[in-house]
């Protein structure tokens, strides 16, 4: 109780030490292949689950990342919270990279996470109290101020902590469990926090609440946001900036108006085509993207999305598109009819000025 | 589905590798010189090295199983203490009896198991429910050699009908199926099903409850199909989990058959390792055990083949 | 819909709470089966250990003259064994060797069994490959075939067959502390819990063993069943106990020559080790059923 202005006592956050104009996160080249286990009798695999990633968060930002199911969406994001190995990459969280200036632990305060199963993340035999408490006990704190705090902090999640702090997970509705699960995610005062689906598997006007107070909790907290989801409209609504992944690659980001808007790369155009849409005369022609995504263990060469493309050509097979700016806005695609003079019938002509 | 099998396959040779070196090593884990079972108490110094020597226990332990395992292959196991004879035909005879016991309880506990399993689920939680699983229940819990004496206490102490020990005119030799023969395969046959009885039991009334819930049940109902169509649907799809069971407690009976065969003096591998134990006829023991336990592993092998040909998602996993 | 249930939860009294094992406590006292179970156990546990204050007849002293007396003999309430001793005394003095050798092996094997799992489930990788394949091993021997060689091999005698029962259990117990564990280690709450940087050791204190020691108790409580038969098979084979010491398995195969003069008294060490058995095999349900609260 030494802080006037808060009645209860918060760990401290992580200093800012870069300021605004250093990012919160950077992620460069970040890679993870699995194997897939051979025997005798085949040969050993992989599967390329995210492969070679770049992008970075600034302070305050919602970032959101889109893509099909197995795109490696969440394995990205498992990464990023160290819960898995990297193969390669960088992680550098607000310019200090994880391991040398920034301790893991120290990591653990500064970013966390809130998972999309509500039951399954929470300990069943610990009550609501006691799962949100044990992250700032972990970090020091004496059992009885971690417990006022995780009261404190079911407050502020829109639960009231003389009914909620001592039930169970199963004595709570869904909607209240993923409350709970941010509750947890801020009690150790973070200033990332990843939403991996963690709207996903609620009902649509508790999922409107839920998210409501992501925006509130955002702005009382100074939070920065990556926001994982495959709703379309949910990473509308809550995201600055919008990464689409398909197959562990980042096929295009930018201002999430610019995607919605001007759609450089085809399954951007195919995942927006098959969003429904409430207004008839709001039609695109681009024909909804056929068949399941191809498997990730024998992932097609070159522009991975070739064998599902309406557009793809021989140039599409031979070589990965790299990622390229269409824009001063930060707008980028990795295709082919994007990159001026690249040799696609469809590519703009060698230095005609997208911008 | 043959790379299935090749590979099941090769993973169970690691397997019989490690079950022969666990039976091999049950002799050096029996307290005191092995020699001392084989010697006679006023034996010399010098008759006791001849024997170490001509049974290769003078060497190290690793040469020793080598030496052990490439005989074995070779169908060698030793000859037995007590009567000199190879340890294989003599376990092979006895095993032949106890195959005999156990596929007779093996189709009682079947037919039953599949019966009281069936009804269990179909009248799930009603009284007919209660009673199949207590009887299951009992199957699974009772010490079957004490089942065996209150069998033999009724049905040949008091009532006279079955005779209470032995396999029959011939002894272990000459069996045959014949009335002669049968009414002594009779009570050991039903003491040795109760087990199996339970476990399918168990099983088919969990699976006939999870077949009767699913919706292809629900439509064929609806369909206006008739109860005894949903019925005979039940047991074609439990019949397959049900056999793999069955498959598996036939191991366990091959292996466990010492108490039963103890209970009525059935001539087969349990009586067989019975006798080694207390004659401490240790070749004996170690070969019994390598061919029960063999039988037990091929036994698995082959309800794991068989279940994979019929459910292809087996494999997947 | 939701919305409804979320204002109605927000008003519910605050004392509704109720922790896991409580709730499992009340719905297993309700359960009359169980409860049955339970004390009828209690009351041959309790009778073995307060044997010798109970005012029965020696269990040891016979008498050639009072062999194989029926059941309901005035003075012999059950009859006497074959060498004139009181079968009554020596039913619940037996219970004494009996419930130790049969329930000892399943306690060794779940500390041995629980450990090796938790680790070859929380570690993983070549530590799960090595604990695991050697259970296998054990595995490729039925239970019974397994203990009576291992018994065999080692000769007869209390401490053998315990250690004999003891290695037929481990393998079995580590087989299911391992697949509860992987199970629970990789649910997202232990994800969560690494996330906020907690270590191994508060992992599994905080989270895995709540989680998991349930499930695995509840299985071991059904090996005892099986134990307690092995056991007393081990001993009725005459690799057990010694006589004159009272035990089950060992009087029902001293008794059992005299089944053709009092076929009943030779039956009923038998009965007691059904009735210890099957009380476990039960109780061992009702615990399952109580534990499985999400349905």
Redesign the interface.
């Known amino acids: 109780m030494n802080q006037p202005d808060a009645p209860t006592d918060m760990l401290p956050p992580i200093e800012d030490v870069g300021g605004a104009a250093q990012p919160l996160l950077q992620v460069n080249g970040l890679t993870k292949h699995f194997p897939v286990r051979g025997d005798l009798f085949s040969a050993r695999k992989t599967v390329r689950a995210v492969d070679d990633v770049s992008f970075s968060i600034a302070k305050g930002e919602t970032v959101g990342i889109v893509g099909e199911s197995g795109c490696g969406k969440s394995t990205t994001a498992r990464l990023l919270m160290h819960l898995m190995q990297r193969d390669s990459g960088d992680i550098i969280y607000d310019g200090m990279t994880v391991g040398r200036a920034l301790s893991l632990r120290e990591l653990r305060r500064g970013m966390q996470m809130v998972f999309q199963d509500s039951y399954a993340s929470l300990n069943p035999r610990l009550t609501i109290e006691q799962s949100i408490a044990f992250g700032p006990k972990v970090h020091g704190m004496a059992d009885a101020p971690a417990r006022a705090l995780a009261r404190e902090l079911l407050g502020k999640v829109g639960l009231r902590p003389e009914v909620f702090a001592n039930r169970y997970p199963h004595e709570v509705s869904g909607g209240q469990r993923q409350r709970v699960n941010i509750a947890r995610a801020l009690a150790l005062s973070p200033r990332l926090v990843i939403l991996d689906e963690a709207v996903s598997a609620l009902d649509k006007s508790v999922e409107a609440q839920v998210l409501n107070l992501l925006v509130d909790l955002k702005r009382e907290f100074g939070l920065t946001y990556l926001f994982i989801s495959h709703d379309l409209n949910v990473v509308r609504y809550i995201s600055d900036r919008v990464l689409v992944m398909y197959l562990g690659e980042v096929v295009e980001l930018g201002p999430v108006d610019r995607v919605w808007d001007a759609p450089a790369h085809p399954y951007t155009r195919a995942l927006l085509a098959a969003m429904p849409s409430s207004d008839p005369d709001h039609r695109t022609e681009t024909p909804p993207i056929s068949g399941d995504p191809p498997n990730p263990i024998d992932p097609p060469s070159g522009c991975r999305f070739h064998t599902r493309c309406p557009f793809a050509e021989p140039l599409c097979a031979n070589a990965t598109p790299k990622l390229t700016a269409l824009d001063t806005m930060g707008h980028q695609a990795a295709c082919y009819m994007a990159i001026p003079g690249s040799g696609h019938s469809r590519a703009p002509a060698q230095g005609a000025n997208a911008i | 589905m043959l790379?299935y099998v090749?590979?099941r396959i090769?993973y169970v040779i690691?397997?019989?590798l490690?079950?022969a070196l666990?039976?091999f090593m049950?002799?050096h884990?029996?307290?005191g010189d092995p020699l001392v079972a084989i010697l006679p108490a006023d034996a010399s110094q010098e008759l006791a090295n001849q024997l170490r020597a001509a049974y290769g226990f003078d060497r190290p332990l690793p040469v020793q199983f080598g030496l052990w395992l490439w005989r074995a292959l070779n169908g060698d196991l030793g000859h037995s203490i007590a009567t000199g004879r190879p340890v294989l035909s003599e376990v092979m005879r006895a095993v032949g009896n106890t195959v005999t016991l156990a596929i007779a309880a093996a189709m009682i506990g079947f037919s039953l198991g599949l019966f009281f399993g069936l009804i269990a689920g179909y009248f799930r939680d009603t009284w007919i429910d209660k009673v199949a699983t207590s009887i299951a229940?009992?199957g699974?819990?009772?010490?079957?050699?004490?089942?065996g004496?209150?069998l033999?206490?009724i049905f040949s102490?008091?009532l006279n009908w079955l005779p209470a020990v032995g396999a029959g005119p011939g002894g272990s030799s000459a069996w045959g199926w014949d009335w002669e023969h049968i009414r002594y395969l009779i009570l050991p046959a039903i003491t040795t099903s109760v087990i199996p009885m339970g476990i399918i039991t168990r099983t088919v009334r969990a699976l006939t409850g999870d077949i009767l819930s699913q919706d292809f049940v629900e439509a064929l109902r609806a369909k206006g199909l008739h109860e005894t169509h949903v019925f005979r649907h039940v047991i074609k799809n439990a019949a397959p989990t049900a056999l793999a069971v069955m498959g598996l407690q036939l191991?366990?009976m091959?292996?466990?058959s010492?108490?039963i065969e103890?209970?009525f003096s059935w001539p087969g591998s349990g009586l067989l390792?019975?006798s080694?134990?207390?004659q401490r006829d240790l070749p004996l023991?170690q070969g019994t055990?390598l061919v029960?336990?063999l039988f037990?592993?091929l036994l698995?092998l082959i309800v794991d083949i068989v279940q994979a040909s019929i459910d292809p998602r087996i494999k997947r996993s | 819909m939701s919305a409804i249930t979320d204002a109605a939860l927000q008003a519910a009294p605050a004392d509704k709470a109720r922790g896991y094992w409580a709730t499992v406590g009340r719905r297993i006292r309700r359960d009359k089966v169980s409860m049955a179970c339970a004390f009828i156990l209690v009351a041959i546990f309790i009778a073995a250990v307060l044997a010798p204050w109970l005012g029965l007849a020696d269990p040891y002293q016979g008498s050639m003259i009072r062999r194989l007396r029926h059941i309901g003999t005035p003075g012999y309430p059950l009859g006497t064994d074959e060498l004139g001793r009181d079968m009554l005394a020596r039913l619940i003095y037996g219970g004494r060797l009996s419930l130790v050798i049969g329930i000892l092996p399943v306690i060794l094997g779940f500390l041995i069994g629980t450990s090796l799992g938790l680790v070859a489930g929380y570690v993983g990788g070549k530590v799960n490959t090595a604990i695991m394949r050697t259970v296998d091993v054990f595995y490729a021997f039925p239970s019974v075939l397994l203990a009576i060689a291992i018994s065999g091999a080692l000769g007869a005698g209390i401490v053998n067959s315990i250690v004999s029962l003891t290695i037929v259990f481990v393998p079995q117990i580590t087989r299911v502390a391992e697949s509860v564990t992987t199970g629970v280690r990789n649910m997202d709450f232990v994800e969560a819990a690494r996330a906020s940087g907690a270590g191994p050791f508060t992992i599994m204190r905080v989270h895995m063993l709540g989680n998991v020691l349930g499930s695995i108790f509840v299985y071991a409580t059904g090996l005892i069943s099986v134990s307690m038969i092995l056991a007393a098979g081990l001993s009725f084979l005459g690799l057990g106990t010694k006589p004159p010491e009272p035990e089950w398995g060992l009087m029902l195969n001293t008794l059992r020559t005299a089944i053709y003069v009092n076929p009943w008294v030779a039956a009923l060490p038998g009965g007691m080790i059904f009735a210890v058995s099957i009380c476990f095999n039960l109780l061992s349900d009702g615990m399952r059923s109580a534990m499985d609260i999400r349905n």
């Open positions: 790379v090749a590979r090769v690691p397997i019989v490690s079950v666990v039976c049950l002799v884990i029996t307290p229940i009992a699974v819990s009772v010490p079957h050699y004490w089942l004496m209150v033999v206490i102490v008091e191991g366990y091959l292996g466990g010492i108490l103890t209970v390792l019975n080694a134990i207390f023991l055990i029960l336990a037990f592993v698995n």
